[in-house]
């Protein structure tokens, strides 16, 4: 079923530090994962995904870890800066299904 | 990537009032579309699946005469708020799939 949380979890990094969201999810089908980053007030914007027979992927500063054992989830953001700051989510799809679950999200705040 | 825009993006009405959302996809077609409800600090809960030219697909706990969804074109999907509460005041974001979920900006809705 769908995760809604009740709080927020929080992540607080100095600026120019690596930041490192995790994730669990709890559908072993699930093949699809996708990274989201919400800014106050604003749609989820899409960062970067990752397929089931895949176990990392890298973009532009992030890099997406995917432990299929223990079905686990992270997202690593290189040289945190301020503009990161946001709430990530992170969402699973299952194959043949084109609804996506979220997880409860993850507030990151960039210290000076 | 895919542009999903809505329309408006804040809207305040009074208590008993109807109030239209739309979504469009501005630079692809979109067979199937998905409206989402956010609370303050809380993930994104899926309320239905918008199909173009057929009924939409509502998720368990969500009053589809209460949440009407019109999917008349392939770039135009509507959620028109019946009656609407202060209950009802939230954050709605659609989203469409290309390869990928893309969000549209979301919608503030306040029901006083």
């Known amino acids: 079923g769908e995760s809604v949380g009740l709080h927020l979890p929080t992540l607080s990094v100095q600026e120019g530090d690596n930041s490192i969201i995790n994730c669990a999810y709890s559908?072993?089908?699930?093949?699809?994962f996708i990274w989201y980053k919400q800014e106050s007030g604003k749609g989820p914007q899409f960062i970067i995904d990752i397929r089931s027979n895949m176990d990392k992927r890298q973009g532009q500063r992030v890099t997406v870890l995917l432990n299929k054992t223990v079905k686990h989830l992270s997202l690593q953001i290189a040289a945190t800066q301020p503009g990161d700051s946001a709430v990530y989510f992170c969402a699973e799809n299952r194959s043949g299904a084109q609804k996506l679950v979220f997880g409860q999200g993850t507030r990151l705040t960039i210290n000076p | 990537g895919a542009v999903v825009s809505q329309h408006p993006s804040r809207v305040i009405c009074k208590s008993g009032t109807s109030v239209k959302i739309e979504c469009r996809s501005l630079?692809?077609?979109?067979?199937?579309m998905f409206w989402y409800r956010q609370f303050p600090k809380q993930s994104l809960m899926l309320m239905a699946t918008?199909?173009?030219?057929?009924?939409?697909?509502?998720e368990q706990g969500v009053e589809k005469d209460k949440f009407l969804i019109n999917h008349a074109s392939l770039t135009l999907s509507t959620l028109t708020v019946t009656s609407a509460h202060p209950e009802d005041s939230s954050f709605y974001i659609c989203?469409?799939?290309?390869?990928?979920?893309?969000f549209g900006p979301g919608t503030r809705l306040l029901v006083l």
């Open positions: 989203s469409a799939n290309v390869e990928t979920q893309y």
């Open positions: 559908n072993s089908a699930s093949d699809y």
């Open positions: 630079d692809f077609q979109a067979t199937t």
């Open positions: 918008s199909n173009e030219g057929s009924k939409a697909t509502y």
